[in-house]
């Protein structure tokens, strides 16, 4: 009778472990090794989209999530799990099944999550219809107020906005500069094609016109297996705040390289980081309607290495 009840108590032992066992992360199954992009998140679980379908990942406490530093990437420097977002390209280890795996590590490239985070802002209107609500309401006061002392007094704030614009342009140079390593390995470039993408006032939507022109350059670039870019350069006009300005012209960068990346098929890693240039550069006059039109824009050009577009 007491060996009957000792087995008896071991096979509930048995059986309870096997219950409790997923929820404390003992769940058995093979290892998984995988790339992909994240497609969707939902608090610790993330869809993957890797070359073979849709992978679920989750994490949990014990996940390192992490990615190279250095010039070797050996080291590697540990991340939150917020930097998890759709649009990542990541690798991912861990154990389950071909459909779903329990991450142990997850590694990713700092450059493949400046260019996520880029996705995403240009998915999130929010700051931009911010900006275009004040660069509206600039429009209209500059139009009907006459008070020479409140338009003094506007000129002031756009020189001191002007002022904070300037100091904020070594960060700016320096992102290009990272970027354009990015493209180091294509040596001295020649301009194989571009297309300039202009927008009513305060507005940063793709017309239907200018995704056919976006889907062709794109077409052309794509038709290379290496030595190609395309750069991507927002611009506004002088009309409003020059803060404004500059959000806007960023907006507007970031629609184009959301278009290029999601409907286009353009490989992350052949895009440069969009530049926002404000009200710099203007290629027309800012002092006529005709001339601002010009000036609300974004420059894309399809870049090739002279030797490649030389063997043509």
Same mark, same amino acid.
């Given at each position: 009778m007491l060996s009957r009840r000792i087995a008896l108590t071991a096979c509930l032992l048995a059986v309870f472990a096997l219950a409790v066992a997923p929820a404390f992360g003992f769940a058995g199954g093979d290892k998984v090794k995988d790339k992909g992009v994240i497609t969707l998140r939902n608090g610790d679980t993330l869809t993957v989209k890797t070359s073979d379908g849709d992978v679920t990942v989750t994490i949990n406490a014990d996940t390192k999530i992490q990615h190279p530093v250095g010039l070797t990437g050996v080291r590697k420097k540990q991340d939150s799990p917020d930097v998890l977002i759709p649009g990542l390209k990541l690798k991912f280890e861990g154990t389950g099944s071909d459909t779903q795996v329990v991450a142990k590590t997850i590694e990713f490239d700092s450059d493949d999550l400046a260019l996520a985070q880029v996705i995403q802002a240009a998915l999130n209107p929010t700051a931009l219809e911010q900006a275009k609500h004040g660069q509206q309401i600039a429009a209209t006061q500059a139009a009907t107020e006459a008070n020479a002392a409140a338009i003094e007094q506007a000129k002031q704030q756009i020189a001191a906005t002007q002022q904070e614009i300037e100091a904020n342009k070594a960060s700016i140079d320096e992102v290009a500069a990272s970027t354009q390593k990015r493209f180091s390995e294509m040596g001295?470039?020649?301009?194989?094609?571009?297309?300039?993408?202009?927008?009513?006032?305060?507005? *940063?939507?793709? /017309?239907?016109? =200018?995704?056919?022109?976006?889907?062709? !350059?794109? @077409? %052309?670039?794509?038709?290379?297996?290496?030595?190609?870019?395309?750069?991507?350069?927002? *611009?506004?006009? /002088?009309?409003? =705040?020059?803060?404004?300005?500059?959000? !806007?012209? @960023? %907006?507007?960068?970031?629609?184009?390289?959301?278009?290029?990346l999601q409907d286009c098929g353009v490989p992350v890693g052949r895009i440069l980081a969009p530049g926002a240039m404000g009200e710099t550069n203007p290629a027309a006059s800012n002092e006529t309607a005709s001339g601002r039109a010009e000036n609300r824009r974004v420059d894309v050009k399809l870049l090739l290495n002279k030797g490649v577009a030389g063997g043509m």
């Open positions: 001295e470039v020649v301009t194989k094609d571009q297309y300039t993408v202009y927008f009513a006032t305060g507005d *940063y939507s793709l /017309s239907p016109e =200018a995704k056919r022109s976006l889907a062709n !350059l794109a @077409k %052309q670039g794509l038709t290379y297996s290496k030595g190609w870019g395309i750069s991507v350069a927002g *611009y506004a006009d /002088s009309t409003g =705040a020059a803060a404004a300005n500059q959000v !806007l012209s @960023k %907006q507007r960068a970031q629609a184009v390289v959301a278009y290029l």
